[in-house]
Structures are given as structure tokens and as C-alpha cells.
């Protein structure tokens, strides 16, 4: 499951700011010791206050999935409230022979949701559906958001992790801002007990992070070694 957020509706002015600056960071000029200082503070700054905005979004979009899944909102909000964030900054260039090469392979998020923010509107990101890719094109003043596959446990496989890609551009190169949330229940991975009997097998938190990392260099998913058949 992937879609796009109006980020302009949800974030408000102040935090549309932080985002520019938070980019402005990221590609200024290190010019001298004195920049470099400077840049170093301005990007901690923007990113802590980035991170604490994609916290609250996260909190807030887990109202709308709690109430269409028929829980509590606590009881979702919970799963994602206190866990780790982290963040990638990534940058892909421009390729004169993009058939030759990908920009990210195909895979799923091992975690609970992800943010991700177009710097540009240049094109790659694609989602797969019954076989098929589509392209997700950049949508201005929006975010994407991708369920993960814990997010797919704690629902019970209601909501789906998104398989994507993305694909070089001939002539402009593609940055993106992404936010991985974690989340979990009291430290275990495992389906929200109001969504009725359990189609995923219960994990520590910490080895379903190890096994995700395995399957991940083989190639596989972990999530399907936890489906109960």
C-alpha cells in the first residue's frame, strides 16, 4: 500500500520552512570551517524538528487507520509512539543508459511506515500491483507514504507493505528526503490482538530486525516466514 499525502494541508506553513531548510542544508557550499560549523548546527536543528513533525503526521495517520481498521486509536497509535526514527538522504543521478542500470532494486520497507519527500519532480519511483509496475510520480506539496511490513503484521496483513523501485532519469538527477518509522507491541512484532486470530506468527522486536537484515541479503521477505499457514 502506497499514496500521497498533501503535505501543504497537514504540516502548515512553519513546517513547509523547516523542509527547505532542511534540503538547503543538505546542498549548501562547505566554503570555509566557519560554513561548515554553521551548516553542521542549521542541519541538526531542521532535522530535529523535521523528525519531530513526521512523528506527529505519523500519529495523526494512525487515527484514519485505526478507525478503518475498527481498534482503538491508542491502541495503534501506541505501536508507533516512543519507537526509533531514522532518516536517508538519497541521491540518484542522471544516467544515459538506464536500461543498463536501477536505482534501488525492488524490495519492501521492513518497518512500520515511511515518509518519503521528492526534493524535485524528477520521476523513478515505482510501485508494483498484480505484476505490474506503476510509476509514482512526484506530486507537488505531498508526501509518499508506504506501509511496511511490520505495519502489515500489526494489521493483521489488512494493509499491505508496498513492493517499489526506482529507475534512473535519463536527463535530471532525483533527490529524496525518506523517514522510516518503527514500531511495535511492548517490544514484540506481532498482529493487533483486536483484529482477531493472529495470521502472523509473535517476534522479539530485536530478531525480527536481525532476520529482516538476513532475508533481505538473500534476497527473500521475512514476513512471509512469519505467516502462519
Known amino acids: 500500500m502506497s499514496f500521497g499525502l498533501p503535505i501543504h494541508q497537514h504540516l502548515g506553513p512553519n513546517s513547509l520552512h523547516l523542509l527547505l531548510k532542511l534540503i538547503t542544508c543538505c546542498i549548501a557550499p562547505f566554503a570555509s570551517s566557519h560554513s ?5 548546527i542549521s542541519f541538526r536543528v531542521a532535522l530535529d524538528k523535521y523528525s519531530v513533525e ?10 484514519f487507520m485505526a478507525s478503518d481498521l475498527g481498534v482503538e486509536q ?9 519507537k526509533t526514527q531514522s532518516v536517508a ?11 543498463k542500470v536501477i536505482g534501488i532494486t525492488p524490495h519492501h520497507d521492513g518497518l512500520g511506515l515511511t515518509l518519503l519527500l521528492h526534493v524535485d519532480d524528477t520521476p523513478g519511483l515505482q510501485v508494483r500491483k498484480n505484476g505490474r509496475w506503476y510509476p509514482l510520480n512526484p506530486l507537488p506539496g505531498a508526501l ?3 506501509v511496511g ?7 493483521n496483513g489488512t494493509y499491505k507493505s508496498a513492493e517499489h523501485r526506482v529507475l534512473p532519469d535519463v536527463e535530471k538527477g532525483r533527490a529524496t528526503v525518506v523517514m522510516f518509522q518503527n514500531a511495535c507491541v511492548a517490544g514484540i512484532v ?30 527473500t521477505r521475512f514476513v512471509d516466514s512469519l505467516k502462519i499457514m
Not at 74 to 82: D, H, K, P, R, W
Not at 195 to 200: F, H, I, K, R, S
Open 190 to 219: 506481532k498482529p493487533l490482538p483486536e483484529l482477531g486470530e493472529a495470521t502472523y506468527k509473535a517476534i522479539d522486536h530485536v530478531e525480527y530486525v536481525k532476520g529482516n537484515f538476513r532475508a533481505l541479503a538473500e534476497g
Open 36 to 40: 561548515r560549523a554553521y551548516i553542521h
Open 149 to 155: 511490513d511490520i505495519l502489515q503484521i500489526l494489521t
Open 89 to 99: 538522504f538519497h541521491y540518484y543521478p542522471p544516467c544515459r543508459h538506464p536500461d
Open 144 to 146: 509518499v507514504i508506504n
Open 74 to 82: 491508542e491502541a495503534l497509535m501506541a505501536t508507533f509512539q516512543g
Open 54 to 63: 513526521m512523528s506527529n503526521l505519523t500519529s495523526r495517520l494512525t487515527v
